[in-house]
């Protein structure tokens, strides 16, 4: 046997290291799994791993491997440059020390925390590419022997291969945190609509979000804004008689905190937090907390907080972001069920619907350089199902929305709220495409509408190639009229009812929208508004050379115009559904 053989021996265990560690795409079993190896491969008495989070610059240790084999949760945080790991990480080489304790970069701060003493030790980055992404370290050769060049050689090259499992892994978590997300959000939409009580909805989310997370406890707070506290919405992890004596000033604790800073907080270690209070009468078992704020518009609707992973690993910025995009996008639902709520919990009153109504629709359009808008609503007494918006999506496009629910009155308004809830929902690449739109929407919508259906153009201008993208969900065909030419045209597209059938897919054009181009959209109240008798009726072809005449006006002025002209044709003031118009010029 030759002086080569342990060498061959540890490159082969380096190749069934290989095999196993990219086969767990499990990050909490994986990174004990690396320690292990790295520990037993180098004949070592513990091990560490530190990961660089990109977010913060942190390199963050939550494990490392004792020498007798035991998980040791250290949750410790060093900044790059910090310790022996942080000097690795910074500097982006391995080191190997004889003795730890006479080299000025070693911090015996986690000896002092775990107990264990270190002698010598090897550390070395973790590479994705020529990106570091942590260091792993080993500590105590077997035998007060210690670490040298094939050391370093050998725990470099298990480094290569834990970086790419550690990556693959991270990758893998990612991707099943934004399914769980989508499907989270999906299936709140559906509760929404079934017209569950703020506490059901409260109590169900965060189940889910506890579920998903894999954590034990959490906390939904709804804010008081005129005491100025939070009060228990739904919670998990404390005595459940305890729920209603528990109320959260602003700024105490963590919800406290979160709540009057609004914004999101990540904690490794809630025992080291002067914000968590360790005497408070009820409390979690202290470990990692993650915490964001329930915002619609900066308005404070309340916080939602998690703690304790079952793993018994800290959360991560990962799990923080996902709770954040949980939060913002449910905080929209969560306010227009509020006001959903509050129409059908009193008698349907008039009064509360416009309430409603006047949260969904834009009290102005947008200013948005190249386009002027011109508006008119004028809802069936007092509330109605029409509703439009405009969205600036970005520094070229914007999104323009009409849409019109079947009937009028409170009942068409009650379900434009809930239509409203989920458009704001929608992704962004979503909102870029209107085919993308009507799809999600349909998709969202499918049997959920008691009967009523929704008809809706959706366009999507770009003012740099002077675009128009559009669909059309059985609307009425908007009116281009082209001032240049002095041409008017229909734009018509194949497109059904949303809400009806299911799995639809909606075509999507796109012409021409040029300077002095203008763009008029209405819904059906106002091409069927009659006199009295019903012999005059005010016709798509009268509304289309009424666009013409007033083509010099502005926006504005046009549209209060032609409003005007379709009254005194049909000689009749009063309409009898609910009327929309809107203009958009391109200037």
């Not at 509330?383 to 629910?405: C, H, P, Q, T, W």
Request: net charge negative.
């Amino acid at each position: 046997m030759t002086n080569t053989d342990p060498e061959a021996r540890k490159y082969r265990s380096l190749l069934n290291t290989s095999t196993i560690l990219n086969a767990n795409l499990d990050l909490y079993q994986l990174l004990p799994l690396i320690m292990l190896y790295s520990k037993d491969l180098l004949e070592a008495e513990a091990s560490s791993l530190f990961l660089l989070e990109e977010k913060d610059g942190f390199l963050y240790c939550e494990v490392a491997l004792g020498e007798k084999g035991e998980i040791i949760q250290k949750y410790a945080r060093l900044e790059p440059g910090q310790g022996i790991a942080g000097w690795v990480a910074k500097e982006k080489k391995p080191i190997v020390l004889d003795d730890a304790y006479t080299d000025p970069r070693f911090n015996p701060a986690l000896d002092q925390k775990t107990g264990f003493r270190t002698r010598s030790l090897a550390c070395v980055p973790l590479f994705i590419q020529d990106k570091v992404i942590g260091t792993l370290e080993i500590l105590n050769k077997s035998q007060n022997r210690s670490f040298d060049s094939s050391d370093i050689e050998v725990l470099s090259s298990l480094s290569e291969i834990a970086a790419i499992a550690i990556k693959n892994a991270q990758t893998h978590e990612s991707l099943k945190k934004r399914v769980l997300e989508l499907r989270l959000l999906y299936e709140f939409e559906k509760l929404t609509v079934a017209e569950k009580s703020i506490h059901e909805l409260g109590n169900w989310l965060l189940d889910k979000v506890l579920e998903f997370l894999e954590a034990k406890a959490g906390t939904i707070y709804i804010a008081d804004p005129t005491l100025e506290v939070l009060r228990i919405l739904a919670a998990r992890g404390i005595p459940e008689d305890a729920i209603h004596n528990i109320q959260v000033p602003y700024g105490e604790g963590i919800s406290g905190w979160v709540a009057e800073e609004k914004q999101s907080l990540l904690i490794q270690s809630l025992d080291e937090d002067p914000r968590y209070d360790k005497n408070a009468k009820y409390k979690f078992e202290a470990n990692s907390l993650i915490s964001a704020p329930l915002l619609y518009r900066d308005e404070l609707l309340g916080v939602i907080s998690v703690n304790n992973k079952y793993s018994g690993f800290a959360f991560t910025n990962a799990d923080l972001e996902m709770l954040g995009a949980i939060a913002n996008r449910l905080s929209v639902t969560i306010k227009n069920a509020n006001l959903f709520h509050k129409v059908m919990d009193s008698d349907r009153e008039l009064k509360r619907a416009r309430e409603v109504m006047h949260k969904i629709l834009p009290s102005s359009l947008p200013y948005i350089p190249g386009l002027d808008f011109g508006l008119q609503h004028l809802p069936y007494d007092n509330v109605g199902g029409d509703f439009y918006n405009v969205i600036k999506l970005d520094e070229n496009r914007s999104a323009i929305l009409i849409a019109d629910v079947s009937g009028h009155g409170l009942s068409a308004s009650v379900v434009a709220t809930v239509i409203h809830t989920v458009v704001e929902t929608f992704e962004h690449d979503t909102l870029c495409s209107p085919s993308k739109f009507f799809t999600a929407l349909n998709f969202a919508l499918y049997n959920k509408l008691a009967g009523n259906f929704l008809t809706a153009f959706y366009g999507v201008i770009h003012t740099g190639t002077n675009t128009l993208c559009y669909s059309n969900a059985g609307h009425n065909p908007p009116i281009l009229y082209r001032k240049g030419e002095g041409t008017s045209s229909h734009l018509e597209t194949k497109g059904k009812l949303v809400g009806v059938i299911p799995d639809l897919f909606f075509e999507e054009y796109v012409t021409a929208f040029q300077p002095q181009d203008r763009l008029v959209m209405y819904t059906d109240g106002l091409t069927e508004h009659s006199n009295a008798d019903r012999t005059r009726r005010y016709s798509e072809d009268l509304l289309t050379l009424a666009v013409r005449t007033y083509s010099q006006s502005s926006a504005n002025e046009s549209a209060s115009s032609l409003i005007k002209e379709c009254r005194t044709y049909c000689h009749r003031s009063d309409f009898e559904d609910d009327v929309t118009l809107m203009i958009v010029d391109r200037i």
